[in-house]
């Protein structure tokens, strides 16, 4: 090995070192089971590992609930932020999913904000005592923003003398912190953000807590697994080609991936900074819709607007928020997108929303717009204006290998390839809003179609494929990606889980690409073959037009 190649694992075993000895040793595990030993890690088995009545109570309750006992006084937001503290590290130790740990820091500040409760007798603000959780992203002070780059750390986004090391914030972290939330935890993410599974030279392989054989997902990996561990009761992750959505439908979470505008990005690190075709979004992970509204409409109580120039000045509005279910909407279900197939547990939970959606009474048509493929390949175009230079140069500053879920679009073979002038960059974007004005133009003439004599409301598609991505195994992302090409709001819905009694291979499938035959050989589900997506969730997505955030619940 080479000095540097030596330089790089030493750096990267010290970091993990350090995350992992910043766990209070009561909370440590003894041994650590296999992935194939203990599969699922949620649920009761988790509850074995010494975590007292109180503690169990509150990191199952949701965020409405905590904020409901924190800024009543019934919960401190100490003893709240030490629960999840605690079951956060088991949640890393069992799946690999935090960067930064600053538990005595978020003790803190848990005091201080009970301080204020017992002198003025009513909470900071409506998110009074909550811990959040964030992708590894955002900056905080007091520690790293690595984004799962060796040569990251010690510096503030790859430089050095920045004087921004440990001590700028992001404008988000801000603002949860003027809202009353307590921060204390930073989550994995692949380093360059850009694949659907969280992996990187530092921690890992983040696993899925309910199928240890799976992906958590990416990038937001870390944020998905600890939550669907319950190590949090809500986080935030970003968005450029799915990365919201993908953890939160493995991890059967919702997940909103709002358009681009809606919440601050400002202050964050990012790749390819400065791509501004198709932005990355932020928005939150939580195990229930309640958790999405009560963090959107509190952020947008601070008018991030002000101090975010990118972020539209468009206050929460309740009529607009909340549709009754007694409303009758329309509906359109995307089955097949042209290019890939589901596996079978998957459309079997689309037939299942559409069933439920027609049993209330809600007119549900077939969803055939123009091509996604033609969508998806000027998403690529932009993805890769610059070729890779960006995230080699940033695997350059310590030596590390890429991971091999990126090599094919970004790795060595482009090294030597221009980045794309501002012809081709102008001409992609000119090609890009043609394509949205003709999906959007598709979407206004389904009123024709709808019995309501207005568009459809609200198109429901896969997030995925499968159910959940065999770890290296993980070749498409067209249903996710389309939705950031279009810009439009997206929010996950948790539906079903896999089931081996239901969902066997059909025999009769018949590929329509090699693409798509090597999708299906994902899906391993026959008696005789080894058991990987069993007892998964599976999740769809909701898609809006509109930059309005809809709350709306299928019973």
Known sequence: MTAQTQSWQATAKAKLDSINESIPHSWRLQSVPGNEEQRDVTGEYIQRFNLSEEEIEITEALAPTIVENTSTGHWTAEAVTKAFCHRASLAHQLTSCLHEIFFDAAIEEAKNLDAYFSKNRRPIGPLHGLPVSLKDQFHVKGVETSMGYVGWLGTFQGKKGTGKERVFES???????????????????????????????????????????????????????????????????????????????????????????????????????????????????APSVSTLQLMVKSLLSREPWLHDPLVHDMPWRDDRAVVSQTQELSFAVLRHDGAVSTHPPVKRALQTVVERLEEQGHKVIEWKPPSHERGLGLLL????????????????????????????????????????????????????????????????????????????????????????????????????????????????????????????????????????????????????????FWGVDILMQMTLKSMMVRMWACN
């Open 171 to 285: 404008e988000l972290v801000k603002e949860l912190r003027d809202l009353g939330a307590v921060l204390y935890c930073k989550t994995s993410v692949p380093h360059s953000l850009m694949t659907g599974e969280t992996i990187n030279n530092i921690i890992g392989y983040t696993w899925n807590p309910k199928n240890r054989n799976l992906s958590s997902g990416g990038s937001s990996g870390g944020e998905g697994a600890l939550i669907g561990f319950r190590g949090s009761p809500v986080g935030f992750g970003t968005d450029i080609g799915g990365s919201i959505r993908i953890p939160a439908a493995f991890n059967g979470l919702y997940g909103l991936r709002p358009s681009r505008g809606r919440l601050p990005y400002e202050g964050m690190a990012n790749s390819m900074d400065g791509q501004n075709s198709v932005l990355s979004v932020v928005g939150p992970l």
């Open 381 to 532: 175009a932009a993805w890769t204006y610059d070729n890779g230079a960006d995230i080699r140069s940033a695997l350059e500053l310590s030596g590390e290998p890429m991971v091999p879920q990126i090599e094919p679009i970004y790795g060595a073979k482009h090294n030597h390839d221009p980045p794309k002038d501002a012809t081709f960059i102008a001409a992609n974007n000119v090609a890009m809003r043609e394509y949205q004005k003709e999906y959007m133009e598709y979407w206004n003439s389904t009123a024709e179609s709808t019995g309501t004599g207005k568009p459809v409301d609200i198109v429901i598609l896969p997030v995925t494929p499968f159910a959940a991505a065999r770890p290296y195994k993980y070749p498409y992302y067209g249903y996710s990606s389309i939705v950031n090409a279009l810009d439009y709001t997206a929010c996950t819905l948790p539906v079903t889980t896999v089931d081996k009694n239901i969902d066997v291979m059909d025999d009769s499938f018949e590929p329509v690409s090699d693409l798509d035959k090597e999708v299906m050989a994902t899906c391993k589900l026959r008696s005789t073959q080894p058991v990987r």
